[in-house]
């Protein structure tokens, strides 16, 4: 190497020499790993994958100014970000063949869909492949850094404040939830940088199809959210431009989007192929980052022998270690099993549940209480979502007095968000808080679910145990008090089908305030049902929802259900009625009809289902009827039927027989259709009479 600038060991472009070096030999190794893949596509396409040809100069740029404490979202074109924070290329081949040792995933999903929990590198939390979703876990990272740093519950780092990253393509940023990330970010001054990388492609449609303006022109509606444009292919000037971007963000702490122009110059995935439909390939070369770089350490006084030895070498380097790829184990079969939940400590019951000398409180107290006490104990606990903050404490008052008692940035108020306030959970957990969330009906609980089924749910699995979702989502559910078609939805059906959450439907006061102590001390997601026409008792028959309130220690385990009365066979007909929430109180009262007759059995829990308790009542006395709220077909309870049915065969006397509300597309408002499309201890009644008599 000629004496130069760069041989001094100084800068060029004002950029770091040893940077410039780096950042020529990662350009180097991520457009080597493209051609392997390229050359051997039989096997490495296997799998689908996406490179990040033509995007390695602003991403190396952005990868090599991370540090340890910093949050990552890399999205599945990120390959050369994730070897810029010092991944090897061997451990991304791992994850491209689905290998056991894939550091990410152990095989279970795509290549660069990182997860990652190094002491030495960012953090980087779960990733999936729904383009845009990622916004708001990430930007639910940077809510929850903030929290931590208000309240002095995050460590001191010497060398500067902990920013979080979220990595979008252009297209991305036409996705509603994007939105709603940009607005909690301008909304509450996050520490967060958007960089947007923008190579006009969305798959098969250009940019002129797909949007009617860029990522920067758009982020401009977001007041407070700065914005930069630059040239992605540039590595000095991006890094020069990210440099003063992250170091503002360090130490101001507010939200930044930067917009990279860049070209795609791989295929869109290994499946969908750059030749099928691409015209623009020849112009696209001309803007490759990779000539670029190399024509920059030539003028600023690097060999071309230098230069052609640190290609050769890291050629060699990726050839050698997609060899020893090739030769990792794959997961075994019973590898399948492992990490769809992180293990509960809480595995029995504990505490007093009937304390001496106290009076019976209605459910929605019971909650309250509950949080209450959660929130003294433990600081990063925090409440949020619409209309909880202090000024109405919860449509139901569920959470009056909680912000007066824990301040502001506690408990607070969301916009009417609920994919934010479902996904954000995602980032809070990651940080170390536990979120308990709030959607004010199960009605509006549906433009949550995609965050809840791609992002919270998948997260423990897809990470292979590294970031499970430790929050509550409290849900008020069914209906009540002639609430109409719009707020009185049950959803436990829809809900039981996403693997990976827990789901609580308690009915009772002590029940709630039990399941709710276990719900924050399990490290997954719990979605917590939780009946309206329960919480104050005021539906004639539900009296007694009101219970003792149960000391600070109780806890009840999931997955146990509870006997709510019993009945023991004798000459005549039994029967066993499965149910939870406000069936309990329909079974109760139609019992009374038939004395001595009817044991019933509360669920308390969707996810996981006490099968044992149910298939040892169904056992005992031969005849079962599942009652349930939610229009019974297709649904969680005749689910629970077919159970029965299954294991409780030679049992059985009579069919098992399954009542709910009418088949019908939505609960009424008028009060005499209402009556007539929901159960009642009537109806309930019939049931049971026509089973006895079987």
């Known amino acids: 190497m000629p004496t130069t600038v760069a041989a001094k060991n100084e800068s060029i472009g004002s950029v770091p020499v040893n940077s410039v070096i ?37 991403q190396i740029a952005l990868g090599l100014q991370l540090k340890p404490q910093d949050y990552l979202s890399a999205y599945y074109r990120d390959d050369s970000i994730l070897l810029s924070i010092g991944m090897k290329p061997y451990e991304l081949m791992l994850q491209l063949m689905a290998k056991a040792d894939d550091p990410f995933s152990g095989g279970r999903t795509y290549y660069s869909h990182p997860s990652l929990r190094r002491d030495d590198m960012p953090k980087i939390p779960h990733q999936s492949s729904a383009t845009g979703m ?31 990253v979220c990595s979008l393509g252009d297209g991305s940023v036409t996705e509603g939830e994007v939105a709603e990330a940009f607005q909690m970010a301008v909304l509450k001054k996050l520490p967060i940088l958007y960089l947007i990388q923008d190579n006009d492609w969305d798959i098969s449609a250009t940019g002129k199809e797909t949007r009617a303006m860029d990522a920067i022109e758009y982020a401009r509606g977001f007041k407070g959210l700065e914005t930069r444009s630059i040239d992605g292919t540039d590595f000095m000037r991006s890094y020069q431009v990210l440099k003063h971007v992250i170091h503002t963000i360090r130490e101001e702490r507010r939200p930044f989007l930067v917009h990279a122009k860049v070209p795609l110059l791989n295929h869109h995935t290994s499946g969908v192929r750059k030749e099928w439909y691409r015209g623009d390939l020849e112009e696209a070369a001309k803007r490759d980052p990779f000539p670029r770089l190399r024509s920059q350490l030539v003028i600023a006084g690097f060999t071309k022998d230098k230069i052609t030895q640190i290609e050769e070498k890291e050629m ?29 400590p809480v595995t029995e019951e504990k505490g007093i549940r009937e304390p001496k000398g106290r ?5 929605v107290d019971c909650a309250l209480f509950a949080i ?104 008020p559910i069914g209906a009540y008090g002639s609430g109409g078609p719009y707020h009185s939805s049950s959803v436990e059906s829809v809900l039981s089908n996403i693997r990976g959450i827990k789901i609580a439907y308690p009915s009772t006061g ?20 939780e009946h309206k026409g329960l919480y104050w008792s005021k539906i004639k028959g539900t ?77 005992k006395h031969n005849r079962c009827l599942v009652v349930t709220e939610e229009p019974v077909n297709n649904t969680f309870a005749q689910s629970v039927a077919s159970r029965i049915q299954q294991n409780c065969f030679e049992y059985l006397d009579a069919p098992v027989t399954v009542i709910g509300s009418e088949n019908l597309p939505a609960v009424p408002l008028n009060t005499v259709l209402e009556y007539a499309m929901l159960p009642n201890a009537d109806k309930v009644s019939a049931a049971i009479e026509k089973l006895l008599s079987y």
């Open 316 to 344: 060699a380097a990726v050839s050698e270690a997609y060899e020893q790829a090739l030769k990792a184990k794959d997961p075994k079969p019973e590898d399948l099993f492992k990490h769809d939940f992180a293990p509960t």
């Open 510 to 529: 002590a029940d709630l305030k039990g399941l709710l102590k276990a719900a924050y001390y399990d490290p997954n997601p719990v979605v917590m049902l």
């Open 359 to 363: 009076e019976k409180k209605v459910m």
């Open 22 to 58: 780096r950042a020529f030999e990662l350009m180097c190794c991520a457009k080597a790993m493209t051609e392997i893949f390229e050359k051997n596509a039989a096997v490495t396409s296997k799998y689908v994958h996406a490179t990040s040809r033509g995007h390695e100069a602003v």
């Open 372 to 475: 209450q006490e959660l929130m003294e104990k433990h600081p990063e606990c925090l409440f949020y979502g619409q209309d909880v903050g202090g000024r109405l404490g919860g449509v139901f008052r569920e959470a009056a007095t909680l912000a007066q008692k824990f301040g502001d940035d506690r408990v607070f108020n969301t916009p009417i968000q609920e994919a934010f306030i479902v996904g954000s959970t995602v980032g809070m957990s990651a940080t170390g808080c536990k979120p308990i969330v709030e959607i004010q009906f199960a009605d509006y609980i549906w433009p949550g679910l995609n965050q809840l089924f791609t992002e919270v749910s998948r997260s423990c699995y897809l990470t292979n145990g590294k970031w499970p979702v430790s929050c509550i989502i409290r849900v």
């Open 543 to 619: 009296e007694d929802a009101k219970t003792v309130e149960p000391d600070a220690d109780y806890i009840i385990p999931f997955g146990k259900g509870r006997v709510v009365q019993s009945a023991e066979p004798k000459d005549s007909s039994t029967l066993s009625v499965i149910t939870y929430g406000m069936g309990v109180y329909w079974a109760k009262n139609a019992s009374k009809n038939f004395p001595g007759k009817v044991e019933i059995i509360d669920l308390r829990t969707i996810f996981p289902l006490d099968e044992e308790l149910i298939f040892a009542s169904v056992k």
């Open 134 to 164: 990622q916004a708001i876990p990430t930007t639910g990272i940077a809510m929850g850094i903030q929290y931590k740093e208000k309240r002095g519950l995050l460590p001191t780092y010497e060398d500067g404040k902990p920013i979080v």
